[in-house]
């Protein structure tokens, strides 16, 4: 760094315009890379004064959290260094500069970390292997190409995929190929200036404790992103993965459907289709229309493209982006639209109710039917019976509807709940299968998922459905991650089985309504960005801790359950482990949670609407439109008490 430059910053350190960790953070990165962009950005902010940008990038590191790296690759303000030759409004020639930001320096030191934790790990015959793949964001493939350099120079073989493929996908591939580890390069329904990292483990679930410590303790002792290269007959291979691993998946995603001949009476349900510009559009639709469905994509959503230019955010769960696809169905008389995330993790539908408007259902509603119908299914066929369910278990998220323990509980099926983050349900399936004898589950990766359920079946747990309220869920174990794809399949037999009933979904949540009382769901986020923006999220989360309600929305609280400093234990036994998530559960049955978000700058609080305590179906039918109406006011009143406690906490 020169010493203009150095003296700049001096001045701003001094008057309290830039934070000593933006400072540190600033020479750290200058210090150890030769890059002429990082040191032109650094320096163009600097003289134009752009003080409050220089310390959004520069505050912190990035460190894993609940989706591993995640972070802007495009600045808010973008230095002519990053420009560089793209045109004003064209996608930057470089990523943004920033120890805080997803960019050549950070996918350098992450990779790094990683493989030399695999090479260390290491005991068997060959080489660590890592199996790579990206969705539709920019700089992805450029992500992809600094992963395998680095990687197959430090002495590990690369199986990467040619084009962009999804999450679960990845998932899939580490699992079927058998290699030591995976990354996919996602920032999933983030905004386009995001990108991510997200790391997976051997048995193709994300990394949890303790490895993740580990990883990240090498990631840390990385200092920049120079390094030594092994000598060539040391250096690993590139193997590239395409159509062929396509079709392994296809295979393994029909196994989903249970009832495939009532199915095919139900060939004339019409689904409309969108990937929203992302990676969903090679495997759902083929594999809708392999099965019977037929299925129509929206055009204009087809093309991948990491601007998503035709939606506000890439995100199904928003009404907005699945908008084409109900205008399309609209037009054309179709039944559902179904929409996927970039990287085709989450999914959401917008259905018809009796009346023909079309509806969009919630994260929690989505699971529940399908938790249901798997269930019911499963006990109608046999698979589930009296000598065997309780090995049957639901897995979800404690922030995930209760809706779908009391729908388990009908079935007599336990249910497990983890913290949030697929990796603890992935954390679940690991155990489950260990929990098989070692010489019947030598070739479990081999076996067809039939075969794999009679051992959990008769030796471990039966893993029925999983999911999360954030529209991720996942039906099988072939693969380890909440599985778009799949949960493409899965809803699409559940709104069959509902047409060859007579009926709508929206009429078959409403039977569950009735039977187990009405449960509404929803979610406030309030982002605060930025290094300031994080402090108050601190500030704020830590509130709930020192100061907890006594009364909210006129009902006492009845019980508050701090999962960062308390001793929490699930269902089977398993310590929870510790996250900054506090849940405060109300007399009247309402209830809601408190957690910082691990992947955007957001605090979150999510809430629910549940029956009282001792009261569960409605008696009636004809009760059921009251009964719903009375639970929207109720849930209305405790969102906007509950908001209004966290402006008075924020001040």
């Keep these: 760094m020169n010493s203009e430059l150095s003296a700049t910053l001096d001045a701003a350190l001094t008057s309290g315009e830039l934070l000593q960790s933006s400072r540190d953070n600033i020479v750290e990165l200058l210090g150890s890379s030769g890059s002429p962009v990082y040191e032109a950005s650094v320096a163009w902010l600097a003289d134009s004064g752009e003080w409050t940008e220089l310390n959004n990038r520069f505050f912190k590191k990035l460190a894993f959290g609940t989706g591993g790296l995640r972070g802007r690759s495009i600045g808010e303000i973008v230095t002519p260094a990053e420009r560089g030759s793209a045109a004003e409004g064209e996608r930057p020639e470089f990523p943004c500069v920033g120890t805080g930001n997803l960019n050549?320096?950070?996918?350098?030191?992450?990779?790094?970390?990683?493989?030399?934790?695999?090479?260390?790990a290491h005991t068997g015959e060959g080489r660590p292997s890592l199996a790579v793949a990206r969705d539709t964001r920019y700089f992805g493939q450029e992500f992809a190409d600094c992963v395998t350099k680095v990687a197959v120079e430090n002495g590990v073989d690369v199986h990467i995929f040619t084009h962009p493929r999804s999450t679960p996908h990845l998932s899939f591939a580490v699992r079927h190929l058998g290699t030591t580890s995976g990354i996919v390069l996602t920032a999933s329904h983030n905004p386009p200036h995001d990108n991510g990292y997200k790391v997976y483990?051997?048995?193709?679930?994300?990394?949890?404790?303790?490895?993740?410590?580990?990883?990240?303790?090498?990631?840390e002792a990385v200092s920049g992103e120079t390094y030594d290269a092994v000598p060539d007959d040391r250096r690993g291979q590139v193997y590239q993965l395409g159509e062929e691993m396509d079709e392994v998946y296809l295979d393994r995603l029909e196994t989903l459907l249970l009832d495939p001949?009532?199915?095919?009476?139900?060939?004339?349900?019409?689904?409309?289709?969108?990937n929203i510009h992302g990676t969903g559009g090679t495997i759902s639709p083929k594999i809708l229309r392999r099965l019977g469905f037929t299925c129509d994509t929206v055009p204009a959503q087809d093309v991948e493209d990491g601007a998503f230019p035709t939606v506000k955010s890439p995100n199904p769960e928003n009404a907005e982006a699945l908008q084409m696809g109900v205008d399309q169905a609209e037009a054309s008389g179709a039944d559902i639209v179904i929409g996927t995330d970039p990287d085709a993790d989450r999914m959401g539908v917008v259905v018809r109710n009796k009346e023909g408007k079309m509806t969009l259902l919630t994260g929690n509603q989505i699971g529940s039917l399908m938790a249901y119908y798997r269930l019911l299914a499963f006990t109608e066929q046999g698979i589930i019976n009296e000598t065997n369910r309780d090995?049957?278990?639901?897995?979800k998220t404690?922030?995930?509807?209760?809706?779908?323990?009391?729908?388990a509980k009908h079935f007599g099926v336990s249910v497990v709940n983890t913290l949030t983050g697929f990796k603890y349900i992935g954390g679940k399936l690991r155990k489950y299968e260990n929990l098989i004898p070692a010489d019947l589950r030598d070739d479990y990766r081999q076996l067809t998922d039939a075969e794999t359920r009679d051992l959990r079946l008769n030796y471990s747990r039966f893993f029925v459905f999983?999911?999360?309220?954030?529209?991720?869920?996942?039906?099988?174990?072939?693969?380890?991650?909440k599985d778009a794809n799949g949960a493409v399949v899965m809803f699409a037999e559940v709104a069959a089985f509902a047409r060859s009933k007579g009926m709508t979904c929206v009429e078959?949540?409403?039977?569950?309504?009735?039977?187990h009382g009405v449960y509404l769901e929803g979610q406030h986020a309030e982002t605060l960005a930025g290094a300031d923006g994080a402090a108050q999220i601190q500030k704020l989360a830590l509130s709930y801790v020192e100061s907890p309600p006594t009364e909210i929305d006129g009902s006492p609280v009845a019980r508050v359950r701090d999962f960062a400093n308390e001793d929490f234990y699930d269902e089977e036994g398993?310590?929870?482990p510790k996250e900054k998530m506090v849940f405060v559960d109300l007399e009247d049955g309402r209830a809601f949670a408190v957690r910082p978000s691990g992947t955007e700058p957001k605090i979150k609080f999510y809430l629910y609407q549940r029956p009282r305590p001792g009261h569960g179906g409605i008696d009636l039918p004809e009760e059921l439109e009251s009964a719903k109406e009375i639970a929207l006011l109720s849930f209305d009143s405790l969102k906007a008490a509950v908001v209004a406690d966290m402006r008075m906490r924020l001040g």
Aim: aromatic residues 8%; negative net charge; without cysteine.
């Design 104 to 120: 050549y320096y950070n996918i350098t030191r992450a990779t790094l970390g990683l493989v030399r934790h695999l090479l260390k």
């Design 201 to 219: 483990g051997s048995d193709g679930a994300q990394i949890v404790e303790p490895e993740a410590s580990a990883i990240i303790a090498e990631v």
């Design 261 to 274: 001949a009532m199915v095919k009476e139900q060939s004339d349900l019409r689904i409309v289709f969108t």
């Design 391 to 395: 090995r049957a278990v639901i897995v």
């Design 398 to 407: 404690f922030v995930t509807t209760e809706l779908q323990t009391a729908v």
């Design 466 to 481: 999983g999911g999360e309220e954030s529209y991720g869920y996942l039906g099988a174990d072939f693969l380890r991650d």
């Design 508 to 515: 078959l949540l409403d039977e569950l309504f009735t039977r």
């Design 574 to 576: 398993d310590a929870i």
